[in-house]
């Protein structure tokens, strides 16, 4: 189930090393960028990296996956601590990201995998997409040099935009150089260290001018030691709450088709809920550490498989990567200009957003094209952590009413030469016949209207036998059986029977537990047969039985 832990092959121990190496590189320069989107100093992502990334390596099923830092993570993280003083933000983001890997390790304890289905492919582009938007439009005063008081995203570009005569350029230029530079390296076969080259170099270059520009050490300084464990601030636990569901879902999301598309080369099998325990664990160590939340990333675990990763190893020696980075190379950290940082975010943001993916969901049908038009909506006008449970609850939403009215309907009618074909079902049922009728869809409470409404009304016959075919269903729902009594019932006025076939062992039982089966009477419940029609057609038999020892003649008869 890839739970396995061996040490790297020969044979993939230089691919891994290059690959790790590849993508820390690329790691330093968009962890601390991520970071400094939840307006906490850019080491924190750095420890994030170090410690996080490593430790998801090493425990979760899926080996290639890449957990680290994300621009989701970050700017959700800045969202949840804007209602606190600047002295609280530090622990308020490490108890935040504690409190994240906590609900991602119960989630996965819980084997809670599955439930990640429930967030649609909508709502996943109409929040990645407004997030795009979100970063570029927030990225636009580290790119000009021009401080806005506004606090939000759009409002402070407007002012940008405003007051375009307060840009400082040489901000700016090294802003849009870096985008630049970037932009022309990925088209290139040294892609995988275009964002490590940019910073690098624009960071070299503004060194040699000695441009007076705002960098990264005049944010917090980077002390270029190994970071010491802390215990977060439970104090803030209780307002860090809300928003570490909404990383982790973000995390669990972001995360959740990397499994089934990026496949372990050993042939184990990758679980989803192994790889919340992973991605859990991965962000209790990093806050406790002092590091920022992480997650599997797309993006990131494309670049590690791309650089030639073969195993889970290529991510723990990117971590140790950052490590050395860190511990030998503060100094040069802390002279990246800020500006580089912005840069490196609106390239993630451009690639955030993605026109095919939305230009497919609104041509699939209009339901999910409002869904995500509200996702989008809701990024750009509420908080983040608010944005995806919003988010979330609206492909829940989506998903009910859809399975509500994918029911349908069916006869079987079983023919001369004894097989079973499938008909329109009657309107109205007949007087002193049996009716065989198949169910196709969910029988949950919200599709109860629906079934209702398809099934034959009895009206004015008498005499009517149904039977409902269930084959295949495990049990069924409190409104699903009061559904089926209200029919009985109906039926029992007229002189008529409900028969129930393809009765499995568990709904068997609970037909016993809710009384229905003794008001249905015993026989009137028959249990699946390795037939696939036997039940049915034995319903069906005795169906016609009963109605020659208790029945009244067919309409005209």
Sequence with gaps: MGGRLDLPSRAALPRDLLAGVTLGAAQVGNAMANTMLAGVPPIHGLYGTMIGTPVGALTSSSQRMTIVTTAALGLAAGSALAGLAP?????????????????????????????????????????????????????????TGYSSSYESKMAKAADVLRHIDHIDGATTLVGLATVALITIISKTRFRYFSIATALLVVTAVTTLLDLSLRRVGDIAPISGSFPLPELPDLSLAPRMLVPAVSLAIIALVQGAGISRTVPNLDGTRAVASRDFVGQGLANIASGLFGGAAVGGSVQATALNVGAG?????????AGAFVVVVVLAAAPLVVQVPESVTSGILIVAAISAIRPHAVRAI????????????????????????????????????????????????????????ERCRETESPRRLTSADVTVLDIYGSLFFAAGPKIRESLPAVGEARSAVVVLRLRGRGTLQSATIALFRDY???????????????????????????GLLRELGADAVLPATAEYYGSCEAAQSRGRDWLRTHGEPRDGG
């Design 87 to 143: 002295e609280q933000r530090v622990a308020g983001f490490i108890t935040l990201t504690v409190l994240a890997g906590a609900i991602m390790l119960a989630a996965g304890l819980l084997r809670a995998g599955g439930l990640v289905r429930f967030i649609s492919n909508a709502v996943m582009v109409g929040f990645m997409t407004g997030l795009g938007v979100q970063i570029a439009l927030g990225q636009l005063s580290g790119l």
């Design 309 to 317: 990763s073969r195993t889970r190893w290529s991510s723990f020696f």
């Design 362 to 417: 609104w041509a699939a049908d209009r339901l999910s094209a409002l869904v995500m038009a509200a996702t989008f909506m809701l990024v750009l006008l509420i908080p983040m952590q608010y944005a995806i449970l919003a988010g979330a609850g609206l492909s829940v939403l989506k998903y009910v009413y859809l399975s509500s009215l994918d029911v349908r309907v069916v006869r079987v009618v079983v023919g001369a030469d």
């Design 488 to 514: 009985a019932a109906e039926l029992a006025a007229g002189g008529g029977r409900l028969y129930l076939a393809g009765v499995g062992p568990e709904m068997l039982d609970q037909l016993e537990r809710t």
